[in-house]
């Protein structure tokens, strides 16, 4: 159980198009997700935490313009990279929490971004 | 602020034990998590403490003592598959999960 899945795993574009990465989870209800962002040999970054119905929370330094997060069931989340650039080319993770008491969160597998 | 230390890198020989330390200072503390990264993979959960003690779960044990702000992961009899990054979690008065760095951990044959 508590299998998270995220699509595309890894995608290529082009300098200033958009990217939309999904993250599901498939057999849970998932209260809020994550999104992390990870360079290489770095730890994790927490970009924002969405609860499901209402506006994503981003940490600091993140634009919340940039990086539109959407989180409209308890199964899907969607991260939109708009007008990517090279520096945007980075590892990135979802995780979703189930709630009702529990904090482990389950982690999907990543997408790996490739901005040229 | 809210910090969490683990060393960088480790190494260890294959079949030996090792023992990965984390220390911790945040806003409140609801829990420990440990996570395995393997390069280019997601994290998987490990474990979870959230009472003083160890946790026996197979090859892999994690401890912890709230009042000494500290954790372990204890890994025996290491293969050559344990090669990967350990990831030490705090859950936070929040219910926020504080990363540390991680520790990069290579097993030698």
């Known amino acids: 159980g508590a299998v998270v899945s995220q699509h595309p795993s890894w995608v290529i574009c082009k300098s200033g198009t958009s990217v939309k990465i999904e993250c599901r989870s498939l057999?849970?209800?998932?209260?809020?997700m994550f999104w992390y962002r990870q360079f290489p040999k770095q730890s994790l970054m927490l970009m924002a935490t969405?609860?499901?119905?209402?506006?994503?929370?981003?940490e600091q330094g993140v634009e919340k313009d940039k990086f539109l997060i959407n989180h409209a069931s308890l199964t899907l989340s969607t991260l939109t990279v708009t007008s990517a650039h090279p520096e945007d080319s980075s590892f990135y993770i979802c995780?979703?929490?189930?709630?009702?008491?529990?904090?482990?969160?389950?982690f999907g597998p990543g997408t790996r971004l490739t901005v040229t | 602020g809210q910090n969490i230390d683990q060393p960088t890198e480790m190494t260890a020989t294959e079949g030996a034990i090792v023992q990965i330390n984390c220390t911790y200072q945040?806003?409140?503390?609801?829990?420990l998590f440990w996570y395995q990264q393997h390069a280019g993979e997601a994290p998987t959960f490990l474990s979870y403490?959230?009472l003083d003690g160890l946790e026996e779960k197979g090859r892999f044990s994690s401890f912890l003592s709230r009042s000494k702000g500290y954790s372990y992961l204890l890994l025996k009899e290491l293969q050559m598959k344990d090669s990967a990054s350990y990831l030490c979690?705090?859950?936070?008065?929040?219910?926020?999960?504080?990363w540390g760095a991680g520790t990069k951990l290579i097993i030698k044959p």
């Open positions: 057999d849970f209800q998932a209260t809020t």
């Open positions: 945040t806003s409140g503390f609801n829990g």
């Open positions: 969405s609860n499901e119905g209402s506006k994503a929370t981003y």
């Open positions: 995780s979703a929490r189930e709630g009702g008491g529990t904090y482990e969160q389950y």
């Open positions: 979690a705090v859950l936070d008065s929040n219910y926020q999960l504080i």
């Open positions: 403490n959230v």
